[in-house]
Each structure stands twice: as structure tokens, then as C-alpha cells.
């Protein structure tokens, strides 16, 4: 099974728009972009199509890790189901462990690894 990767700009701003252009490449971007599509937490955004999750997706991660950046983006993914769904790099551990606190109606601190 094979996944689809798309970037989308959180509220469509203009500068993550212009960022997201240059890291797909200019001549791409315009046969790469899906306008008002809806997405499986039912939300509609216009997407740009990703060819590979190592070029453009790691890029535009890094991209908006880098201090003083601006950049408001989303990374979506859709597997063999057919739904976009927004992609989660990572979850913090404390929600984690309230999370499982719930499931198991334990007290989280005694869910830390010694």
C-alpha cells in the first residue's frame, strides 16, 4: 500500500504558500495543487501534492522547524483507503500517558519508566 503526501497551509497564508511553491518547485506547483478538498476531520483545504515524502515533505518539515520561521503548515496523508487525514509527527508524551491513564483508570505518574 502506498501513501499520498500533501502540504497544506494552515489558513491559506500567503507566505507559507510562496515557501511551499519553492520546496515542491516552481514548474510542479501548478499541476500539483487540489483546491477546497475535504479531508477526513472534515475540514476543506487546498492541498499541494507531494511526489515523495523524502523530498518535499522532509523539506518542508525542516523548513518550518528553523528559528524565526513562520511558517504555519500542515502534512496530510492519504493511505489505500482514500481518505486525507491530517499526518501527526509526534505526540507528546504526557498526553500519552493521560491518555493511557484513561484506558487503564490508572494514575499517569505511575505509568513513568524508572
Not at 510542479?28 to 487546498?46: I, W
Amino acid at each position: 500500500m502506498t501513501a499520498r503526501w500533501y502540504i497544506s497551509a494552515v489558513n491559506d497564508d500567503p507566505h507559507t504558500n510562496e515557501i511551499i511553491t519553492r520546496i515542491i518547485g516552481e514548474q510542479n506547483a501548478a499541476e500539483s495543487t487540489r483546491d477546497d478538498v475535504l479531508c477526513g476531520d472534515g475540514k476543506r483545504r487546498n492541498l499541494w501534492a507531494c511526489r515523495s515524502y523524502q523530498r518535499e515533505v522532509k523539506k518542508a518539515i525542516v523548513a518550518s522547524m528553523q528559528k524565526g520561521s513562520n511558517l504555519k503548515l500542515e502534512i496530510l496523508c492519504e493511505m489505500g483507503d482514500g481518505v486525507i487525514r491530517p499526518f501527526v509527527l509526534w505526540e507528546p508524551k504526557i498526553k500519552k500517558r493521560a491518555k493511557l491513564a484513561q484506558k487503564t483508570r490508572v494514575c499517569p505518574a505511575h505509568l513513568r519508566r524508572s
